[in-house]
């Protein structure tokens, strides 16, 4: 995974990534705590890219959780 853009502030932050996996386009965003500390993390991804293979991987595992 490669990092492309990278934002933060003291209520969280989160990061654009690259990747050669089925999943090659996505970002994550962090909620932090009034201590800090990680409360919420959320990944999102481009699934316009995907591959077939990874479409139906993620439709099994919503299926069969």
């Known amino acids: 995974m490669t990092l492309r853009h990278v934002v933060g502030c003291a209520q969280g932050g989160a990061f654009e990534w690259i990747s050669r996996t089925p999943l090659p386009l996505g970002a994550t965003a962090l909620e932090l ?14 699934s ?8 139906a991987k993620a439709q099994a595992a919503a299926i069969l959780g």
Do not use: E, F, V
């Open 48 to 55: 316009a890219l995907w591959q077939a293979t990874a479409i």
């Open 33 to 46: 705590g009034r201590h800090g500390l990680i409360t919420r993390m959320t990944s999102t991804w481009d």
